[in-house]
């Protein structure tokens, strides 16, 4: 046969493995809304996140094998040859829920990030997929530890067995507020940031309010530094490479107003979107930090923490995902890029893989409703099938990267 016959058969293969799945997952529907009630109801906090896990595992019928202490993973499908991972968040946050939901959590913590419509898109997509006939096996990924440090994509690939389960590709996908429903947004290249602390101690001498030439106090140094640092990051990287400082924390506390503070602390956080410029902003505003602080009679000493690498989304994968989209009766959005981060990017510095942002969004709330996060955060009910499809996309998207190798 030609190639572009061989090409047109695998099209078509394609397109009956995509709507066999959208099928089994629109079967699913009434399972879906209720596991996603469910644990939105019991959220689990970062590290705690075992009973998430072990209730996928109840519903999709599988042994997950633990990884990242509360985490778990399971192949199914063939035996041999390459297999696709798709990564589902366990973790909620320290947020006090305020929807006003009858299946409202009621213990501290919510899944203020949509991370129970993911778990039970996955469990649906599993539920579907183990259904259908599968050219390549399937790793659903049970991630902990999304929102805290140390991250537990991290740790998932530091223990390699994404490599041991012959790993060629992994799909992500998030709910998003300001992309409507029905659309989902990715784009090929930097779609979030890389992620970075920087922590600046500096020291001086307390001292009497009234007699300042006594002292080397640390209050007028912190705010020089804090309005130095977007002068820092101009000199220091390309402008036609995004790179962030927020100062979300500034302390200089004496505990009086006529008393003079001898020690204050202030933490930024950092974005880029190059992996490299991050040690390169963090030595420039440690030096630019320390010749302030010697202008004002004091010491600063500056600590850089890395976090998540720039979130990269490999350009073949993510055109093949945009294009099977509409089979799944979805629309493409825009591409989404912020500096925002996810440790999705850890995957995706190891194997070429796709984030995509499916949109929960009314026209009323696509502009300024509730954001990520926020305690009235409330992805709608059928968010569970829209990312289950997706994730069903992005499988047949990797399937053909795979063919294509
Ligand atoms: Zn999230």
Redesign the pocket.
Known sequence: MTATGNQRERDTASAQLLAQLVTEIENEREFALQLRRELHQHPRLSGDEADSRDRIARATELDFTPVAETGGYCRFGPADGPAVAIRG?LDALPVSEQTGLSWAATNGAMHA???DVHMAALATFVRAAKRVTLPYAVVPLLQPR??AYPSGASDICDSGVLDTLNVAHVIGA?VHPRVLAGQVATGAGAVNAASGEIRIEVEGRTGHGAYPHDAADVASALAAIALGLPEVLRRTVNPLSPALLSVGRMVADSGAANVLPGKGTLHAMLRTTQNEDAAVIGDAVAEFARHQAEAYGVTATTTVVQGEPVLFNDAALCDALEGLLGQAELEVAPAMRSLGA?DFSFYSQQYPSTMSFVGVATPDTVEDGPS?HDATFLPDDDAVLRVAKTMACGYVAAVQQIQKR
């Open positions: 968040e990030c949509g991370h999304e929102e998030h996810d990520l």
